[in-house]
């Protein structure tokens, strides 16, 4: 399985990006997908996760009512919009994919990785 996520850049706290994560996988439809993050010097953590028909997202405590993850499966992609963006949500994101319904927080439980994105919040 083969991920490509695009959409970081460089904003201004208290700015938006809507980050996108595709696939040419067939059956995207039956993979739980997740979005991580790693800053400069940090180990990677989880961020958000959405399970194969979009029911019940999971989100860090640290996003929580800021950012979004959804899931267009006609469109093999993945999303996280990410709003009122703090200088501590730079980092690289990741997209990440599991093919089992079981929502998982830690990255060793995602078999597929995408390269990433670079998110650059200014103050």
């Known amino acids: 399985v083969q991920l490509q996520a695009s959409g970081g850049g460089l904003v201004q706290a208290g700015g938006s990006l809507r980050l996108s994560c595709v696939t040419s996988?067939?059956?995207?439809?039956?993979?739980?997908m997740s979005w991580f993050r790693q800053a400069p010097g940090k180990q990677r953590e989880f961020v958000a996760a959405?399970?194969?028909?979009?029911?019940?997202?999971v989100y860090a405590d640290s996003v929580t009512g800021r950012f979004t993850i959804s899931r267009d499966n006609a469109k093999n992609t993945v999303y996280l919009q990410m709003d009122s963006l703090v200088p501590d949500d730079t980092g690289v994101y990741y997209c990440?994919?599991?093919?089992?319904?079981?929502?998982?927080?830690?990255?060793?439980?995602?078999?597929?990785w995408g390269r990433g994105t670079l998110v650059t919040v200014s103050s």
């Open positions: 990440a994919a599991r093919s089992a319904s079981v929502i998982h927080r830690t990255s060793n439980s995602y078999r597929y």
């Open positions: 959405i399970s194969w028909n979009g029911g019940s997202p």
């Open positions: 996988e067939r059956t995207f439809s039956a993979y739980t």
